[in-house]
């Protein structure tokens, strides 16, 4: 009997082994089933899923050039269980003109919000607006003094703060 990849086989489990287990297939051939293509959840111990002389049905992955055959009885098992057809992923929303639509909203009030805590690391925000309200209607030279003031602050709270951090075996300068 000659086998072809995504043929059903039944075998026998002959032996096991920290990475798979060895089943015997007709005509005196044998294949590995890897650890991973056991069972689809996470499996410490094959011994508790698969026991030597246990009837298994397989799927051939792959037939090497060396004769080495590899099985899949997660594989096998899941084509022989009917599922129902599931959608992977919602289809984008269109508007008129066939663009996409882009919602800012979360779709649903169980949706996950990400806001900072108490114990959510500070972290600087530079936005100009902050520390010095600039008027849009200001001349020139009051938006480059702004951001020269601001600038400066920012350098030197940078200093500040990277001045004990450079160095080699020496300590901490202060």
Known sequence: MSFEVGQKVAGKVTGITHFGAFVSLPDNKTGLIHISEISDSYIKDINTVLTV???????V???????????????????TQAKPETASRPKP???KDGDRKF?????????PRFNKGK???ARPTFSSNQNTPVKKEGDFDSLMSGFL????????SLRRNTEGKR???????S
């Open 149 to 156: 003031k601001d600038s400066e602050d920012r350098l030197s």
């Open 93 to 95: 929303a269109f508007n």
């Open 61 to 79: 992955l792959t037939i090497a050039a060396d004769g080495k055959i590899s099985l899949s009885l997660r594989q096998a098992s899941e084509q």
């Open 167 to 173: 160095g080699g075996r020496g300590g901490r300068r």
């Open 103 to 111: 919602n800012k909203q979360p779709q649903s009030d169980n949706a």
């Open 53 to 59: 002389g246990q009837e298994v049905e397989v799927k």
């Open 119 to 121: 114990d959510a690391p």
